[in-house]
């Protein structure tokens, strides 16, 4: 079994950045794919980023490409959460999850993860 810790949330005016950490403990890291899904007050939980177990493959959401940037230290055992160019719409309660398998689908949806962290509130401002 995998926990998942998340940290580095916070409030951050509009226009800037923050970065998202996650700290996984239990199964062999390297083994297996990762993500992040956020959501946000009074809609579904959304899929944000995803990657394979080395990194190689990253997959995002159309609404954070080009903002957002996944990554991961498998010698941490830490996958990393990198978010620019900040919107309001971006504001939301950020999960990072873990797979049983070390690759990720094209289009990652919830049912694709088996482990969850707790959740981190990230809120920008204007």
């Known amino acids: 079994q995998v926990q998942l810790v998340e940290s580095g949330g916070g409030v951050v005016q509009a226009g800037g950045s923050l970065r998202l950490s996650c700290s996984a403990f239990?199964?062999?890291?390297?083994?297996?794919?990762m993500g992040w899904f956020r959501q946000a007050p009074g809609k579904e939980r959304e899929f944000v980023a995803a990657l394979n177990w080395n990194g190689h493959n990253t997959y995002y959401a159309d609404a954070v490409k080009g903002r957002f940037t996944i990554s991961r230290d498998n010698a941490k055992a830490m996958v990393y959460l990198q978010m620019n160019t900040l919107k309001l719409d971006d504001t939301a309660i950020y999960y990072c999850a873990s797979r049983p398998v070390g690759y990720v689908p094209t289009r990652p949806q919830s049912i694709d993860f088996d482990a969850w962290g707790q959740g981190i509130q990230v809120t920008v401002s204007s």
């Open positions: 239990g199964r062999r890291f390297s083994d297996y794919g």
